[in-house]
């Protein structure tokens, strides 16, 4: 997550001798502190450093294996097999657990991105400045930059948001602030779109300067409800993916339980942050 830009993630199979390839792409938000949506990037001279791709191929996905993938950014579920028209899902913005230092989470639904060159996602963001966290929505349509809603957004928020393909190169992005009464419906086009994927997602965004994944905010326990995608079950999708979110030594950042049954269409799960990343 590039602080308002997409930032692709790329898959390391872990057979000896296999080539780096493209993978999933993570959601993009802004941070004051990183002057989302204005700050220049790539930075200069930086494009080709990432082995297999250009600086946006920052991420890490290893052992993608019967059903499961790890991801040094991602967690949560994902279709990855067919063709996506709709994604959905409710969440409660969980509070940022801030002592120093910055640090970031998101939380989102997606449409395109974890073998495709594109994204279309909307989602809620809580950042840690220090001591202090902030929090707001946002939408991205990969390669434009994201950007974020000016609506206020505060912890234990109730949100719901649905990625829908329309026709041609149309999206629509709604994301609803059931708390603070306020929703949008954003309509965006993205060319070469796949829908090859549709995701639920927690993150830890990208970038820092040099490309690497960015502190994680402790958020606790987030619980993602009534995740649908093509308007059936998440986990009737095509490939369905369990991703779990590592550090560079394969420890985990936080942990998902398992899909269970919302009790009407949909299925729920839940995130925990983990204090060894």
């Known amino acids: 997550m590039l602080r308002r830009w997409c930032v692709l993630l790329a898959m390391l199979a872990v057979t000896v001798g296999t080539a780096l390839t493209a993978g999933p792409a993570s959601a993009a938000t802004g941070h004051a502190g990183l002057g989302g949506g204005g700050w220049p990037w790539p930075p200069p001279g930086t494009q080709s450093w990432v082995p297999g791709g250009p600086v946006n191929l920052v991420g890490r996905t290893f052992s993608q294996t ?34 120093s230092g910055d640090q970031y989470a998101a939380f989102w639904v997606g449409l395109d991105g974890y073998s495709s060159s594109t994204v279309e996602q909307t989602g809620s963001e809580v950042d840690c400045v220090g001591r ?66 549709a995701e639920v997602i927690a993150e830890a965004p990208c970038c820092t300067f040099f490309g690497g994944i960015l502190p994680l905010t402790n958020f606790g326990t987030m619980n993602f409800t009534g995740s649908t995608a093509n308007g059936a079950d998440l986990g009737a999708a095509g490939g369905l993916t369990e991703i779990t979110m590592v ?26 942050w983990k204090a060894s990343n």
């Open 132 to 197: 202090t966290a902030e929090y707001y929505a946002w939408y991205e349509a990969y390669p434009n930059a994201s950007v974020n809603y000016n609506n206020t957004v505060k912890a234990n928020d109730s949100f719901t948001a649905t990625v829908t393909y329309t026709s041609g190169t149309q999206f629509s992005l709604y994301i609803d602030d059931i708390t603070e009464n306020w929703h949008h419906t954003t309509l965006v086009n993205v060319a070469n779109a796949k829908r090859s994927s």
């Open 66 to 99: 019967n059903g499961q993938a790890e991801s040094t950014n991602w967690s949560g579920y994902a279709g990855t097999t067919g063709t996506y028209t709709s994604v959905s899902a409710s969440w409660v913005q969980p509070a940022g657990h801030c002592t």
């Open 247 to 272: 550090d560079n030594f394969g420890r985990d950042k936080d942990t998902i339980s398992a899909l269970t049954p919302s009790g009407v269409t949909g299925q729920n799960f839940s995130c925990t």
